[in-house]
């Protein structure tokens, strides 16, 4: 597996690099937004681990650049414990967020979390309406167009797809997302059901909404068509 680590303290990627290389994780690092960019676009990374406290190019500028042309899961590491910080990192698409201080054992679980997501599910496919969700792939479409999701918005959907017609709780969507650890409260799932609607609703002839509706004070449920 290979990591790739944008954040400007050299003695975090010391620390990491020694405790993650003997566990099946190569590590090479960034010490800038710049830096980090040039090095995904120069090379193939399995996981982004992504400092928000940078200086110049910051980490949730980083984080936008990354999602406008690469699904690579992203997990930010920041000191910031505001939960409105955190949101603004989930909602740029990132996949997990890991307040520092942290172990290297709390994010060699997070590593591994987000980079299996699927690999039990060869050759399964969703189908709900004209969405289809390949889970080996990763990847769905919509009336037969790709959509382009993020991790987590990828495994929400997979979650509503599999109880279609029935509402989910906050609490079980994350948890069949196997998010159920996220550092984040309901808030994300709201954020990201969010961008969900508007990625699948801008795809199709007639750009026809897609019925992930909201239940007050419960969840979500995505309507099956009649």
Not at 26 to 38: N, P, T, V, W, Y
Not at 65 to 72: E, G, H, N, Q
Not at 197 to 214: C, F, H, N, W, Y
Request: net charge neutral; glycine share 8%.
């Amino acid at each position: 597996m290979r990591a790739l680590l944008i954040d400007d303290d050299p003695k975090l990627h010391r620390l990491l690099a020694d405790y993650l290389v003997d566990r099946g994780v190569q590590l090479e690092s960034a010490h800038d937004g710049a830096r980090g960019l040039i090095a995904l676009d120069r090379d193939t990374w399995d996981v982004v681990l992504l400092d928000v406290m940078m200086p110049g190019m910051d980490g949730l500028e980083v984080c936008r650049r990354i999602r406008a042309k690469s699904a690579v899961p992203i997990i930010m590491l920041t000191a910031r414990g505001d939960e409105a910080d955190r949101v603004v990192g989930l909602e740029l698409g990132a996949d997990d967020y890991v307040p520092k201080p942290f172990s290297p054992r709390e994010l060699l679980a997070r590593i591994r979390a987000v980079t299996r997501r699927g690999q039990h599910a060869i050759g399964e496919r969703l189908k709900s309406g004209d969405i289809v969700a390949d889970l080996s792939a990763r990847s769905v479409t919509r009336q037969g167009q790709e959509v382009t999701l993020t991790g987590l918005e990828f495994d929400l959907l997979v979650a509503l797809m599999r109880r279609a017609g029935r509402v989910v709780s906050r609490d079980a969507l994350l948890s069949g997302a196997g998010r159920s650890d996220a550092s984040v409260g309901p808030r994300t799932v709201d954020v990201h059901i969010s961008n969900l609607r508007k990625k699948l609703s801008a795809v199709g002839p007639d750009e026809e909404p897609v019925a992930i509706r909201t239940v007050r004070g419960v969840g979500y449920v995505l309507v099956e068509p009649s």
